[in-house]
């Protein structure tokens, strides 16, 4: 690589997200990697740059080790790249669109890269129209079915079909771009906040895939009646957000800009995220979820999570157990920290067991006295 370029590039500290820690052998292929943003003269934060003390007997201490290593990498970096490769169902791997809502919480770059960019109704194995509508195969609204992944993930990234060497180039021709437009004296304008807003009491907001239920409205009206007897306001995907533009033509792309300022704005304007961490279209929290999730913890709210089902990965994931290192059909492990769901979530909140909202907000009530 030029010498001069390197210099330019040498600025950044790519932070890189993906599934490939779970794949047999991934920790060479995040190498190889690694040695090509290197090569460029890229730096890179890595939770596996620091030393980790993983002899913890109890598992979960692990994970938060690792948890924490993954936060202070973050902060080092300056851009996310982001696999988005389907895992363990439809979506991308829960963990990596967390980091990627952590990565837009500090307003670093943001890419992504797919092997298949075609809109999620082409994607989705199983889909049926009914009713003049399409539904996936537990019989719900198939949402941001025009789109090729979730609403927070269109809404933040650079979203190349591609490789990684791919998504690289593009980041290398934006940054050569940006240099070149500050010598022109134009400027991109940065993301800007609005004023906290004024609130009387605590404001919960409920990260879940309820927004994409036919009848989310009548759901989210009694679980605001329940947080109201807990003394909480609260946000929910449905409602309008401040400031919240118009969609001036009605094609899913601005309809998923609309949705995903308002999904953030209400991140923003929370004390208390309580998410629904369930699964979705396969063993991993709808994508929506994860995003929220990983951009609060990175602004600081208080995070809540709950499952209908908390076994630990190992026994709710199906895998061919400890003589295959717990690795699923396709040679994906399923993590061993006796948490019910990926560590990113599990070491940054309680996730609760519950089967009725109520109990949930009573335990989260609880915790918060």
Not at 21 to 44: H, I, P, Q, S
Not at 221 to 230: F, I
Not at 324 to 349: Q, T, V
């Amino acid at each position: 690589m030029y010498d001069d370029a390197a210099k330019l590039f040498a600025r950044e500290k790519l932070y890189l997200a993906g599934p490939e820690c779970f794949y047999t052998n991934g920790y060479t292929l995040w190498d190889a990697m690694r040695r090509k943003a290197e090569y460029y003269g890229f730096g890179v934060s890595m939770p596996s740059d620091h030393p980790l003390d993983l002899s913890h007997e109890d598992l979960r201490e692990n994970a938060r080790e690792i948890f924490q290593n993954c936060a202070r990498c973050m902060n080092e970096s300056t851009a996310i790249l982001v696999d988005l490769e389907t895992f363990r169902g439809a979506e991308p791997d829960g963990g990596s669109i967390y980091e990627l809502g952590m990565a837009y919480a500090r307003g670093i770059r943001c890419y992504a890269y797919t092997r298949d960019k075609r809109p999620m109704v082409w994607k989705h194995q199983g889909v049926t129209i009914r009713d003049g509508g399409v539904y996936d195969v537990d019989g719900r609204i198939l949402p941001y079915q025009d789109l090729p992944f979730a609403t927070a993930i269109f809404g933040t990234c650079k979203i190349l079909e591609g490789s990684f060497d791919d998504c690289l180039q593009l980041l290398m021709l934006d940054i050569e771009q940006e240099n070149k437009s500050a010598v022109l004296g134009i400027h991109t304008a940065g993301r800007e906040e609005l004023p906290p807003l004024q609130k009387k009491r605590p404001v919960v907001y409920l990260a879940g895939p309820e927004r994409y239920a036919p009848d989310a409205e009548e759901v989210y009206a009694r679980m605001k009646r329940v947080c109201a007897e807990y003394g909480y306001d609260v946000l929910t995907p449905l409602d309008r957000a401040r400031e919240e533009p118009d969609v001036v033509e009605d094609n899913p792309y601005q309809r998923a800009a609309v949705e995903f300022y308002r999904y953030q704005q209400h991140v923003r304007d929370c004390d208390i995220i309580v998410a629904n961490l369930n699964d979705f279209r396969g063993y991993e929290p709808s994508n929506d979820v994860s995003f929220e999730c990983g951009m609060g913890y990175q602004l600081g709210k208080k995070l809540f999570g709950y499952m209908a089902d908390t076994r630990i990965m190992k026994e709710r994931i199906p895998n061919y157990g400890p003589e295959r290192e717990f690795r699923d059909e396709c040679g994906r492990n399923a993590e061993n920290f006796d948490y019910p769901i990926n560590l990113m979530f599990s070491a940054s909140m309680p996730i609760f067991q519950a089967s009725d909202f109520s109990g949930v907000m009573e335990q989260v009530s609880r915790e918060l006295k």
